[in-house]
């Protein structure tokens, strides 16, 4: 029996006021903190850490190919850049042979460095033990229990913070939120001015932001430091010349979920059911449509106008990879390479099921599918190359540009501050790891018109670096130095903000630990790259004298 055109409407009604209901259960679910939900921390037993290194362009091409299509059990550490560039890759036990025979099959050199990834990670926990023992006979009572030789909790951070605050006998610090996360957390700002009146002081403004990937430890704690060394410098150092704002934490949400929950956890904590929520005067509705496309390839002809030769594009399962002959089909059980599973296809948001909108289990039923990676969510040349179009994956961009409140907040407090009249003498991203100093683009392969001027500092930085304990950074733009990526947040501050010197810092180390970068190597870490911000500072003022 054919239903009437009023009765469709009716049951299409019914169906939809239900998929609300759900969406709105499922967003207030997760609204609790981390600690509140207890969730269970996941372990990283058998996981194997593998390096791999190309030596040809088909090679690299293969790499990339595999970490497009979102491979279950297989996580880059680092994405494909360049030939004889190692890679490591963290590798579930169950898929740890299949990823041999590819390989293999494909003569791409590999070297399996860690057998057991959790016992790496539970070495760095009882290292981060043995330091908080050796120092608590020493440490004032009175005070919190931040470790400038270890890592350390956000909410040590966070009160350590202030402790610096109120020791400041110069009361140069300030410390605001400058936004509120997903779960709830304030993103905090410390502003470092020598001025009177900071509003009203024409001093040009140095911005760096740490911890915007939550996994990358060290970074939060270089802004500690960047923060304590400007205090004690005073006059005498950058503060003479220049303001500072400074976010030590980026992803609040992110950074505390690896913590408890996640040791590699890189993006933030906003779940598909929230970017669903929020429609309306968003449109979001439009932007899931483009996220729905199932799986990503790579397609060499992307955007000509950008320069782009290399990007991502979903398009059906059975499409080729262009220029690369493969065909996605080959990954998947039963194939030629069995035994890699199925990445979700639907990006992390509903399908239409015939019988109403549903959320796929999959993606309800796999950990890595909630949140979105900051730096890819700016709005430039935002969804296009090195971004993710699937929530699963760990360069997911997010519903729509400015999507969320970690960017938002950067974006917001940079707009308005140079609407008061305010300068921006630099901005850093603060990242870890590969040792690197970057200017723009990332999102396409020319150099900015400002190269010769940002090569400039870059050398100058590089070099007071290396001149500590000699430690070499790779310095130049970061679509030559790692890869092509849109949606970055040092890509925006410069075309969009106009803030010339804009740089992105990969700290210690070039692979050996990667994320885990020991503790004893956090203070020269810190002393190292502080030297180089120096010397950045001190080049830039000479157009300030």
Known sequence: ????????????????????????????????????????????????????????????????TLESINVVGVDFWAEPAQVDQTISLSVEPEVYKTLENFLDQRNIQHNTKVTNLQELIDDEMKSILKEDLDDFGYRDPSLSYYDAKSYNRL???????????????????????????????????????????????????????????????VSPSFCIFTIKELLAEGEAGLLRKFDFFIVPVANPDGYVYSWDVNRMWRKNRRTPAAMMLR????????????????????????????????GFLSTEAETKFTKDNISLKQFWPGSVFPGFPQAPQSGGFPSWGGSGNQWSQSVQSNPKC????????????????????????????????????????????????????????????????????????????????????????????????RQVYGTSFQHGPINEVIYLA?????????????????????????????????VDQIEPTNTETYAGLKAMGWEIAKEYS
Not at 1 to 23: C, D, E, K, P
Not at 188 to 196: A, G, H, K, P, Q
Not at 279 to 289: F, L
Not at 487 to 516: C, H, M, P, T
């Open 1 to 64: 029996m054919r239903m009437s055109l009023s009765q469709h409407i009716f049951h299409f009604t019914i169906l939809g006021a239900l998929w609300g209901a759900l969406v709105l259960s499922k967003s207030l679910e997760v609204t609790e903190k981390n600690e509140d939900k207890k969730e269970a921390k996941f372990s990283f037993m058998n996981y194997k850490l593998v390096d791999v290194i190309p030596k040809d362009q088909n090679q690299l091409k293969d790499l990339r």
């Open 279 to 310: 429609s309306g005067d968003d449109q979001v509705s439009v932007e899931i449509q483009k996220t729905r496309r199932s799986l990503e390839v790579i397609d060499y002809n992307l955007d000509e106008e950008l320069g782009i030769e290399g």
């Open 370 to 465: 909630t949140g979105v990676d900051p730096n890819r969510n700016f709005d430039i040349a935002w969804a296009k190359v090195g971004s993710s179009n699937s929530i699963c994956q760990d360069t997911f961009h997010g519903p729509k540009a400015f999507s969320e409140a970690e960017t938002v907040a950067i974006r917001d407090i940079i707009l308005n501050t140079q609407t008061s009249g305010r300068e921006f003498a630099s901005f850093l991203s603060v990242h870890a790891y590969s040792q690197f100093w970057m200017s723009p683009y990332g999102f396409k392969k020319i150099r900015s018109s400002d190269y010769f001027d940002q090569s400039r500092v870059m050398k100058k930085a590089v070099e007071a670096l």
């Open 155 to 217: 909410n040590q951070i966070t009160t350590h913070l202030r402790e610096i605050q109120k020791q400041d006998d110069s009361q140069s610090m300030s410390i605001s939120s400058i936004g509120t996360t997903f779960e709830g957390r304030p993103i905090e700002m410390v502003t470092l001015s020598r001025s009177e009146d900071s509003a009203k002081t024409d001093k040009p403004i140095i911005w760096m932001d740490c911890g915007i990937h939550s996994r990358e430890w």
């Open 486 to 518: 849109s949606g970055s947040s040092v890509d925006w501050a410069y075309e969009k903000a106009g803030i010339n010197y804009s740089y992105a810092l990969e700290l210690r180390d070039q692979g050996k630990y990667g994320f885990l970068l020991p």
